[in-house]
């Protein structure tokens, strides 16, 4: 299991809206709550490395059934031979700890929710860094998610069928295609033996750019890959 030793604050305060140095109040909710939100947490992920094929209709991965449409996606594994499709989650007791926050104001809920974002990204990035210590990759695309671009969000759904996620960490969707706890994630890695061109990212390939706050703070945490 990952275990964060702290979570960024400046990540935080940014999702929260916050441009350039958070005032006090600001600063003091977030060194409250960075501890509460980390004792609370227990990240945990879930991954497989697959072959992948890119045909006509869209990228094919062994053993799903579905395919992932999208030129997106296709860009984006262009050149690959295989996949890991990753998994994570800070667990339920991020939504718990939201809830519960709320009772004491918004402003508390607002930074407890920013810091579970923070976090979750902060395990995504541990999870890549214990595959690929384990697995080496001469060569990998940064992480994509159902969702980005023009790659379908109710693949979501075959995502974590695939990696069995629900019994192994607790993950599951929506109808809505939704993941549950909320503070998770799903997302495609390419890995090639040769240099893989590396596509648009962040808020290039989000399909909620055009409707997005933190795009008025220098990007969201998709940014970051």
């Keep these: 299991m990952i275990k964060l030793e702290t979570i960024s604050k400046a990540e935080s305060a940014r999702y929260m809206g916050v441009r350039g140095v958070p005032d006090e109040k600001t600063a003091e909710l977030l060194d409250k709550y960075e501890p509460i939100v980390r004792r609370r947490l227990r990240p945990a992920y879930v991954y497989r490395e697959t072959p992948l094929y890119i045909e006509a209709d869209?990228?094919?991965?062994?053993?799903?059934?579905?395919?992932?449409?999208?030129?997106?996606?296709?860009?984006?594994?262009?050149?690959?031979?295989?996949?890991?499709?990753?998994?994570?989650?800070?667990?339920?007791?991020?939504?718990?700890?939201?809830?519960?926050?709320?009772?004491?104001?918004?402003?508390?809920?607002?930074?407890?929710?920013?810091?579970?974002?923070?976090?979750?990204?902060?395990?995504?990035?541990?999870?890549?860094?214990?595959?690929?210590?384990?697995?080496?990759?001469k060569f990998r695309t940064w992480r994509f998610s159902a969702g980005y671009g023009d790659l379908p969000i109710n693949l979501q759904k075959d995502l974590i069928i695939a990696l069995n996620a629900q019994r192994r960490i607790g993950l599951?969707?929506?109808?809505?295609?939704?993941?549950?706890?909320?503070?998770?994630v799903t997302a495609i890695i390419g890995i090639s033996d040769n240099p893989v061109e590396k596509g648009e990212k962040g808020c290039t390939a989000c399909n909620m750019r055009d409707n997005c706050g933190f795009r008025l703070n220098g990007g969201c945490g998709k940014n970051r890959y």
Excluded: W, Y
């Design 58 to 137: 869209g990228v094919h991965f062994e053993g799903i059934d579905a395919v992932f449409t999208g030129n997106d996606i296709k860009k984006h594994l262009n050149g690959c031979e295989r996949a890991v499709l990753l998994a994570a989650t800070v667990s339920a007791e991020a939504d718990k700890l939201i809830r519960q926050t709320s009772v004491v104001g918004m402003a508390e809920a607002l930074a407890v929710d920013c810091l579970c974002s923070s976090a979750i990204e902060q395990v995504c990035d541990k999870a890549e860094q214990e595959i690929f210590s384990v697995n080496p990759a």
């Design 172 to 184: 599951t969707v929506t109808d809505n295609f939704l993941l549950i706890p909320s503070k998770s």
